[in-house]
């Protein structure tokens, strides 16, 4: 048997894409934000964790911790996009989410310009997001 925290060190520690797969459907959201801040992760298990929903708090972090993952591609990068996109029109505010996409160039600066035109975009959002946009090389 397999406690909690045994999850969370797996997740951490692992290298091993079979067993984070697997690890990313375990119910603990803090084992979630460990896949995602694990650079062996694979694209295909980014791509699941981005549907994952816990608390508010919970899901905006794990959306920021896939948004700055190194080995997040084109197709994880528009899942997190589309995510915010739902929490922002909800209200919410992954705002360090949004900010970790516009550093992504591999997402279209318009596509994340777009999030700062959603009900839940604050004026300072969008202030910082033109200044992000505007570090892009």
Do not use: I
Not at 53 to 68: F, H, K, T
Not at 110 to 122: C, I, N, P, Y
């Amino acid at each position: 048997m397999h406690t909690p925290a045994d999850y969370l060190e797996l997740a951490h520690a692992e290298n091993d894409s079979v067993v984070l797969h697997r690890l990313a459907r375990c119910p603990y959201p803090f084992v979630w934000q460990a896949l995602a801040a694990n650079p062996s992760t694979a694209p295909g298990t980014l791509l699941e964790l981005s549907t994952a929903r816990d608390s508010a708090w919970n899901d905006n972090r794990l959306l920021r911790l896939l948004a700055e993952h190194p080995s997040a591609d084109h197709t994880v990068l528009r899942a997190v996009r589309d995510a915010v996109a739902v929490k922002l029109t909800e209200g919410e505010r992954p705002y360090a989410a949004v900010l970790a996409l516009a550093g992504r160039t591999e997402v279209a600066a318009a596509e994340v310009r777009q999030l700062g035109t959603l009900r839940g975009a604050s004026a300072r959002l969008r202030s910082q997001l033109d200044r992000h946009l505007g570090l892009r090389t």
